[in-house]
């Protein structure tokens, strides 16, 4: 497996709560990205990261919001937890001209009661 | 607007038969199409691109521009070949699109 971590691995918390995920590499790639799988859904792409302080919106960025300070590290917040955000968060990164190529993290799974 | 669609939740074959897991999408553009396979406990990884035109544990998929398809296909499955397939499309930018996935169950 790539170098790719996410922390914590499982999450519970409360709707209204602030929730942060971390997606730490050693690649050192430049693109990260971070996808939600639901069940009929697929993976759908959150947001991405094209280098350090430099991202844009995905499909489905609307409460959610990211930070990448270092090229290792790609932040994802969810300000304020909603119910229809339990799911589960990969993170992916890729290398700079082959984008298609995505190698994923472990997932981490967040239930919002 | 980009879309994959998967029409098959679960495909259930018997060890040997072959299998088709079908895709379709909808872009106006030119895409890349990409086969992504999740095996138990195993993280999600690249099985093919259809620019390469190769075939990755048997599997094999054509581009059909005129029928917008990609579907992914094995003359014979194996056992271990059981997995979560995800058929995605690159257009534009790097918005990468996925489909809903398709639950592949090989049967002894």
């Known amino acids: 497996d790539a170098g790719i971590t996410q922390s914590p691995r499982h999450k519970v918390t409360e709707t209204g709560t602030p929730v942060t995920l971390r997606c730490h590499q050693t690649e050192n790639h430049r693109y990260m990205y971070w996808y939600r799988q639901d069940p009929g859904h697929g993976l759908r792409l959150i947001h991405y990261?094209?280098?350090?302080?430099?991202?844009d919106k995905g499909e489905v960025s609307d409460g959610y919001s990211v930070s990448r300070s270092k090229t290792e590290d790609f932040l994802l917040t969810l300000e304020s937890a909603t119910s229809s955000q339990t799911s589960v968060y990969f993170c992916?990164?890729?290398?700079?001209?082959?984008?298609?190529?995505?190698?994923f993290g472990p997932g981490t799974r967040l239930t919002v009661t | 607007a980009q879309r994959v669609t998967q029409p098959e939740k679960l495909l259930s074959v018997f060890k040997g038969a072959p299998v088709e897991l079908k895709c379709n999408y909808s872009y106006s553009g030119s895409p890349e199409l990409f086969w992504y396979v999740q095996y138990s406990r195993q993280r999600l990884q690249l099985l093919l691109r259809h620019i390469s035109r190769e075939s990755i544990k048997g599997f094999t998929a054509d581009l059909n521009k005129g029928e917008t398809s990609f579907h992914l296909k094995k003359p014979f499955a194996q056992e271990e070949d059981s997995a979560m397939y995800y058929c995605a499309l690159s257009g534009a930018g790097q918005n990468f699109v996925f489909g809903p996935g398709t639950r592949l169950s090989v049967l002894p």
């Open positions: 992916a990164i890729s290398e700079a001209g082959r984008t298609y190529e995505q190698y």
């Open positions: 990261s094209y280098g350090v302080k430099d991202t």
